[in-house]
């Protein structure tokens, strides 16, 4: 967070001027059980944690997100949680700085981002009335947002294709009629049946893929289970048409069925459509935040042209992803989805990142780079 949204001084006005900031180790309040025995063995040396049963540590455990190795939270002085914010959401594409003063915005605003997944939607849903809702489209399924109506709602089916197959539903949204961009926000549950279901949002132009990881999704919920919900976010700096797929898990039964419910809404951009300026270099990645999130994207897809031409030196050595056989390369990459982010800093002049990484002999992995001949490129990976 220091390295990226934090860097930026706009930020840091807003949120001197709109919060007291605070920030709590993960370690002392025990979230996992690595954390747990490691603070049991230093209470032994008399080492006195935070009290976890206060108030304001219950509510910072309530907004945690599962599997997620920091979050960033808005917690009202009633003490309930607002926001949330999960610092490997917020590395996917886009400007990192104005999606993350649009998460702080909207959590002042009431709007609970980040936490739609944990409201379980059959609580709430009056299915009947979702059917004979004049906002529902069960057959032609593409809907139009505008100003004076920005959200609607897509009640369908998708099918589950089998391991490394996608058999999309597809859901067209057309947003142009925000001019200056905005916050889109799909809130989906799925059905009671027994398949999962996996949602990707592409570009409205895209030729979503038959088959294979799903690549040029601009974000994605993946393997939502039966009976829960889950939020895909995005931010766009002007208006556009996008494509929401909606097909069953890669590990549901082959041609087994279920039904998705997706409330789909856009909250307008606040300032002009711009992108804040990044800092500026005659690499394509305009900074070493942006040459991180394409290296790790790039890693997740197995997509060995993209990263060669991030890497030089002993980094070219220690990635091997050219000799994966490509009937395997489906599998390795699901599993490579869940690769994250565990931290990032500048250490002088260089950039270093470390990786969680499932498979990898070792769970962690340290990346850096650094300018060479005035570009951003990894020259070690270990």
Do not use: C
């Not at 219950?58 to 999960?86: F, N, T, Y």
């Not at 959590?107 to 906002?135: C, I, N, R």
Request: glycine share 8%; aromatic share 8%.
């Amino acid at each position: 967070m220091r390295a990226v949204v934090l860097s930026d001084d706009r930020i840091i006005e807003f949120l001197n001027e709109n919060f007291i900031n605070i920030w709590v180790s993960n370690v002392e309040l025990e979230r996992t059980p690595n954390k747990r025995a490691y603070i049991a063995k230093r209470r032994q040396h008399g080492f006195k944690p935070f009290d976890r049963t206060h108030p304001l540590m219950q509510a910072i455990m309530k907004g945690w997100k599962a599997h997620s190795p920091s979050d960033s939270l808005v917690i009202s002085s009633k003490l309930e949680v607002m926001g949330r914010q999960p610092v490997n959401e917020l590395l996917s594409p886009g400007s990192l700085t104005q999606r993350y003063l649009m998460f702080l915005k909207r959590s002042l605003a009431g709007k609970l981002p980040g936490l739609g997944e944990d409201t379980p939607a059959s609580q709430s849903t009056d299915w009947e009335a979702v059917l004979e809702s004049g906002h529902v489209t069960t057959d032609a399924l593409k809907i139009v947002l505008t100003a004076e109506d920005p959200e609607q709602e897509v009640l369908s089916t998708f099918r589950a294709p089998g391991q490394g197959y996608q058999d999309y539903t597809v859901v067209e949204i057309d947003a142009t009629a925000f001019e200056n961009g905005g916050w889109l926000t799909i809130d989906l549950w799925v059905g009671d049946a027994e398949a999962a279901g996996s949602f990707d949002l592409y570009q409205g132009d895209s030729i979503l893929p038959t088959e294979g990881m799903p690549n040029g999704a601009l974000t994605s919920a993946w393997d939502v289970p039966p009976e829960q919900g889950s939020v895909i976010e995005y931010y766009f700096d002007q208006g556009q048409v996008f494509k929401l797929g909606a097909t069953g898990s890669w590990f549901s039964e082959k041609g087994s069925i279920n039904g998705f419910l997706a409330k789909i809404s856009v909250e307008p951009g606040t300032e002009s459509g711009q992108e804040p300026e990044k800092v500026s270099s005659t690499h394509s990645y305009q900074s070493p935040e942006d040459l991180m999130n394409a290296f790790v994207k790039a890693f997740k897809n197995l997509d060995s042209e993209a990263l060669h031409s991030m890497i030089t030196g002993n980094a070219k050595e220690s990635l091997e992803i050219d000799d994966v056989p490509e009937g395997m390369r489906a599998q390795i990459s699901q599993m490579l989805s869940q690769m994250e982010v565990l931290s990032s800093e500048y250490v002088g002049d260089e950039f270093h990142f470390r990786l969680r990484v499932p498979m990898a002999d070792r769970e962690e992995a340290t990346v850096k780079m650094r300018k060479i001949d005035g570009v951003w490129l990894v020259y070690d990976v270990n």
